[in-house]
């Protein structure tokens, strides 16, 4: 099965990755197909560095770990 997700989901299981966010976007990303458009990623990175510029490595660490389809 293939899953889109907004900004907001990646965002919360990005900062908590043990609440039931994290834990079903890890469920998604193990077991079916994660699918991220150009404007999710796009928006992604705005929202991230304008709310949490003092995570930034945490940002790139989490998206080059993160498996999905475009």
Same mark, same amino acid.
């Given at each position: 099965? @293939?899953?889109?997700?907004?900004?907001?989901?990646?965002?919360?299981?990005?900062?908590?990755?043990?609440?039931?966010?994290?834990?079903?976007?890890?469920?998604?990303? %193990?077991?079916?197909?994660?699918?991220?458009? %150009?404007?999710? &990623?796009?928006? &992604?990175?705005?929202?991230?560095?304008?709310?949490?510029?003092? @995570?930034?490595?945490?940002?790139?660490?989490?998206?080059?770990? &993160? %498996?999905?389809?475009?």
């Amino acid at each position: 099965m @293939r899953v889109m997700v907004d900004a907001n989901i990646i965002i919360s299981a990005g900062l908590f990755p043990e609440s039931i966010v994290g834990k079903t976007l890890e469920h998604i990303v %193990k077991n079916e197909s994660l699918v991220l458009c %150009k404007y999710t &990623l796009e928006e &992604l990175s705005e929202v991230f560095f304008k709310k949490f510029p003092k @995570r930034v490595q945490y940002f790139y660490h989490f998206m080059d770990h &993160l %498996k999905y389809d475009g």
